[in-house]
T-cell receptor, first 115, second 113 residues
Framework: DTEVTQTPKHLVMGMTNKKSLKCEQH?????MYWYKQKAKKPPELMFV???????INESVPSRFSPECPNSSLLNLHLHALQPEDSALYLC??????????????FGEGSRLTVL | GENVEQHPSTLSVQEGDSAVIKCTYS??????FPWYKQELGKGPQLIID?????GEKKDQRIAVTLNKTAKHFSLHITETQPEDSAVYFC????????????FGTGTRLTVIP
């Protein structure tokens, strides 16, 4: 079983809705990540939080708003999304934000459909 | 930035045969190369990784080789089993200062019983 838990597993929303994706890890990791994965494509980095501070934003549109309330939790707030934002959203964590220091643990993802 | 190419995109092998997936990278500063396995409906899971100070690493039926001069690395799976069927992604990252993994495009491996 994955040690990174994501909820919900599936989400359907309209373009005017506001929803949130949640991610939780209890491994004591200090870096957490949001990735977006389209069908048959590799994951694409969206955001990195290191020690609860946003350290990387890969030019993601403002309709995606990340939040890291504490070192174990990571949220992704969604507002006014477009149908092309439909994808699998993966949360990941690592011991540290320097990739080479260790493994990136992924959750099972939240599959988002925007109507 | 880093560009990682991965081949083949699909691979079918008979159970018990070996499978080889190859990746090339462009940034000579990259020095960490993990391989992820993604099963249907699940997130990617690390199966093996190698750092640039090592040429080869093995873990039971899985091995990875790295050629820094040629900037390519490969995943070798021996004695394949149906449960090895999945999408495999290679990735590259610079050890210092970088917070991003650059993924290859993925290889869908099918092991035929």
């Amino acid at each position: 079983d994955t040690e990174v838990t994501q909820t919900p597993k599936h989400l359907v929303m309209g373009m005017t809705n506001k929803k949130s994706l949640k991610c939780e890890q209890h491994m004591g990791h200090r870096a957490m990540y949001w990735y977006k994965q389209k069908a048959k494509k590799p994951p694409e980095l969206m955001f990195v939080y290191s020690y609860e501070k946003l350290s990387i934003n890969e030019s993601v549109p403002s309709r995606f708003s990340p939040e890291c309330p504490n070192s174990s939790l990571l949220n992704l707030h969604l507002h006014a999304l477009q149908p092309e934002d439909s994808a699998l959203y993966l949360c990941a964590s690592s011991q540290d934000s320097t990739i080479g220091t260790g493994e990136l643990f992924f959750g099972e993802g939240s599959r988002l459909t925007v109507l | 930035g880093e560009n990682v190419e991965q081949h083949p995109s699909t691979l079918s092998v008979q159970e018990g045969d070996s499978a080889v997936i190859k990746c090339t990278y462009s940034d000579s500063a990259s020095n960490y190369f993990p391989w992820y396995k993604q099963e249907l409906g699940k997130g990617p899971q690390l199966i093996i990784d190698i750092r640039s100070n090592v040429g080869e690493k093995k873990d039971q039926r899985i091995a990875v080789t790295l050629n820094k001069t040629a900037k390519h690395f490969s995943l070798h799976i021996t004695e394949t089993q149906p449960e090895d069927s999945a999408v495999y992604f290679c990735a590259a990252s610079s050890w210092t200062g970088a917070n991003n993994l650059f993924f290859g495009t993925g290889t869908r491996l099918t092991v035929i019983p």
